[in-house]
């Protein structure tokens, strides 16, 4: 008997635990740069951001340096925004930093909450960041989203930000 | 004589370490104005280890202290120089501490220039940009304490001159590119075993997506007693398949006859202990080859076992055995301990 609940106790964790991660997946991650940021002079496609979060494009088209900004390593919408992306997890990403630095580049500043995010896009020029779509305000622009892991360049039609 | 005058070296790079250390790692308060100091950076790596020789003396050594110094400001341009000592301190059995192996080398000395987003151009001392280990090549970069034979006997490993490099999107990876050519000769020998190499020019393209790959070929010219020109086609790859890591590197050179002109190639595993209790354990298994003109052919395995103590701290324990002699790969027992700092 006591096996039984612990079965039917395992599958209500391995349920729940699929259900948190279905809902994570369901973030629309907005990417985002200053408002005050003439978008076009960025010609910015979604398959740079790949390169602008290895490191490996770290200017703009007129010579400003690109600053990427980064949630912390545990944070859940880096690791959606990471696996979208990059198509590795940050912990997997060691190595490749560690290689990075020994060429003189350093993996993207970062920060500890969105709230920060929008603060160093709006005050950092040159930046790019990601937040949850729900949280975009006045002091930035989104110029692409993450919708389902998939990269899009239309905002989506209706964000459940409840 | 030449030990003193070592020292002195020794005790000079430290101070002017120092000084330099104590100068660029001022904290910088939010309401000062950023000099062009404040963009400097300043890292490095060190390793130390024994050396159980199969048919020598045991040896340890701390095999180098490098630094790091990078510079980069708003502009397009920036900076990045690596100075090495090399092996301040060596012991061995019959000599212990009287052996004279330390000295200095500036392993790269360049300035970058941004010319659009997917062109940049440098221009100085870097390593030669065809082979993945020969790039990554800091000892808590690998997983290993000896180098794959093929990486360091084949192709010179520094060049002095100039490159154009830069990445663009592909599919959902990064391309990357680099072409680059020699303008000033290598003028200074390192050691006895380093082979010399001029007119050196070429190109490496490389993938980076769920794997890395790359391809690279090599113009250059052999000095020395054998000496040739030589074109080298290079391939390399990295992957990881069920948390293993499998890497490997293959170079085939031709001489101006379209001849074999030397090879060598490694394939290496990097398997997780995880399941057996040791957290961030791995171990490593080397198969290595090489041929060289006039030289025939050597050949190495490697097993051993490595700690990732922390990110960018390893521990390396290892075995090799083989055929032939070669400087840079000794047979025995190894261990060593890498760090960056």
């Known amino acids: 008997m006591i096996k039984f609940f612990i079965f039917i106790a395992s599958l209500c964790v391995i349920q729940m635990t699929n259900t948190a991660l279905a809902e994570d997946n369901k973030v629309v991650i907005a990417i985002i740069v200053a408002s005050n940021q003439n978008v076009d002079e960025l010609r910015l496609a979604p398959n740079q951001l790949n390169l602008i979060y290895w490191r490996k494009q770290l200017y703009w088209p007129k010579g400003l340096r690109i600053k990427p900004v980064n949630l912390s390593t545990e944070h859940p919408l880096r690791l959606q925004f990471s696996q979208s992306v990059l198509g590795s997890a940050p912990k997997t990403q060691i190595d490749y930093w560690n290689g990075q630095y020994f060429n003189g580049v350093l993996p993207p500043y970062s920060v500890n909450s969105e709230e920060a995010v929008l603060r160093y896009v709006t005050q950092t020029k040159g930046s790019i960041g990601y937040v949850n779509a729900c949280n975009i305000d006045e002091r930035v622009q989104a110029v692409f989203w993450i919708i389902q892991n998939q990269m899009s360049t239309h905002a989506p039609e209706h964000i459940d930000c409840k | ?341």
């Open chain 2, 1 to 341: 004589m030449a030990a003193e005058r070592n020292m002195r070296k020794l005790f000079t790079f430290m101070m002017c370490s120092l000084a330099l250390s104590a100068t660029l790692c001022k904290p910088v308060l939010a309401e000062e104005t950023v000099s062009w100091r404040d963009n400097f950076k300043l890292g490095g790596y060190s390793s130390a280890g024994i050396v159980l020789h199969r048919n020598q003396e045991a040896e340890a050594a701390i095999n180098e202290i490098s630094l790091i110094l990078t510079w980069q400001n708003d502009s397009r341009l920036s900076f990045f120089g690596e100075l090495e000592l090399e092996r301040p301190l060596a012991w061995n059995d019959d000599q212990k501490f009287n052996r004279e192996e330390r000295h200095f080398d500036l392993e790269r000395l360049y300035f970058d220039y941004n010319v659009s987003e997917k062109i940049n151009f440098r221009g100085g001392r870097f390593l030669t940009p065809n082979s993945r280990w020969n790039l990554l090549h800091a000892s808590p970069l690998v997983w290993t304490s000896t180098r794959p034979m093929a990486t360091s006997r084949l192709f010179p490993t520094g060049t002095n001159g100039a490159m154009v490099f830069g990445a663009l999107p592909l599919l959902n990876g990064a391309f990357e590119y680099k072409l680059f050519g020699e303008i000033i000769e290598d003028q200074e020998e390192d050691d006895d075993f380093e082979l010399q190499f001029e007119h050196v020019k070429g190109a490496r393209f490389s993938y980076k997506n769920q794997s890395d790959i790359g391809i690279s070929i090599l113009s250059f010219r052999e000095r020395g007693p054998n000496s040739a020109s030589y074109r080298m086609l290079g391939l390399d790859f990295v992957t990881t398949l069920n948390e293993v890591e499998i890497s490997g590197e293959a170079f085939q050179r031709f001489n101006t006859n379209n001849k074999d002109g030397g090879n060598g190639a490694y394939l290496q595993t990097a398997v997780p202990l995880n399941a057996v209790g040791l957290n961030n354990w791995y171990w490593l298994t080397r198969l290595e080859t090489l041929k060289r003109p006039n030289e025939g052919s050597d050949e190495r395995w490697l097993l051993g076992t490595t700690w990732r103590v922390k990110p960018t701290q390893l521990l390396k324990l290892e075995f090799t055995g083989g055929s032939g002699d070669q400087p840079e790969s000794p047979r025995g027992f190894l261990a060593s301990f890498a760090f960056l700092f």
